[in-house]
Antibody, heavy 121, light 108 residues
Framework: EVQLVESGGGLVQPGGSLRLSCSAS????????MHWVRQAPGKGLEYVSG????????YPADSVKGRFTTSRDNSKNILYLQMSSLRAGDTAVYYC??????????????WGQGTLVTVSS | EIVLTQSPGTLSLSPGERAILSCRAS???????LAWYQQKPGQAPRFLIY???NRATGIPDRFSGSGSGTDFTLTISRLEPEDFAVYYC?????????FGQGTKVEIK
């Protein structure tokens, strides 16, 4: 069974930094592109960033480019999202998600339970 | 980036009725790489449709997708009580992947 468990969320001041982690199990982590998707309270889904299976390519949304960095440790099956220069608009539940297939363009078939990031003074 | 616009914002229907949800893209979605997801309050989204018209594993056949190019549709043939939720489309053919803003299907 695929499991994606996010951690690292919490309250942070504007301009601060936070690192999210996602521990993956139940599938061959090293062969899948992974992504982060967020959802502000009461709002819709917003794509944040993705990273290729080997970690050599990342795909950030314009809204986080230059502030958020996605990385992965394939030896530990962990996905990371390093967030800096945080703003109130970054307040959201952050989901770690897995693609449905390895290689090529694939939809998302599994979601973590999400971790809440609150940016406030 | 490709902008996806979903309509209507809210659909008020009764159980047993048909729901038709629209997703329009600002550019052609390559290879119909268009997916649909269902989200209920307090839950993570659930994968429904991929490739515009293919049901994911375990999805009932009352859910169907269609479309190509820039216009896509999700149809729920006969609404069951558990189908009242928010539905999102997503294109995964071009980075960054983008989502529509969602359509809420509520009980009339």
């Amino acid at each position: 069974e695929v499991q994606l468990v996010e951690s690292g969320g919490g309250l942070v001041q504007p301009g601060g930094s936070l690192r999210l982690s996602c521990s993956a199990s139940g599938f061959t982590f090293t062969t899948y592109t992974m992504h982060w998707v967020r959802q502000a309270p009461g709002k819709g889904l917003e794509y944040v960033s993705g990273i290729s299976s080997r970690g050599d390519n990342t795909y950030p949304a314009d809204s986080v480019k230059g502030r958020f960095t996605t990385s992965r440790d394939n030896s530990k099956n962990i996905l990371y999202l390093q967030m800096s220069s945080l703003r109130a608009g970054d307040t959201a539940v952050y989901y770690c998600v897995k693609e449905a297939c390895s290689g090529g363009s694939c939809p998302i078939d599994n979601w973590g339970q999400g971790t809440l990031v609150t940016v406030s003074s | 980036e490709i902008v996806l616009t979903q309509s209507p914002g809210t659909l008020s229907l009764s159980p047993g009725e048909r729901a038709i949800l629209s997703c329009r893209a600002s550019q052609t979605v390559s290879n119909s790489y268009l997916a649909w997801y269902q989200q209920k309050p307090g839950q993570a989204p659930r994968f429904l449709i991929y490739g515009a018209s293919n049901r994911a594993t375990g999805i009932p056949d009352r859910f169907s997708g269609s479309g190509s190019g820039t216009d896509f549709t999700l149809t729920i043939s006969r609404l069951e009580p558990e189908d009242f939720a928010v539905y999102y489309c997503q294109q995964y053919g071009r980075s960054p992947r983008t989502f529509g803003q969602g359509t809420k299907v509520e009980i009339k």
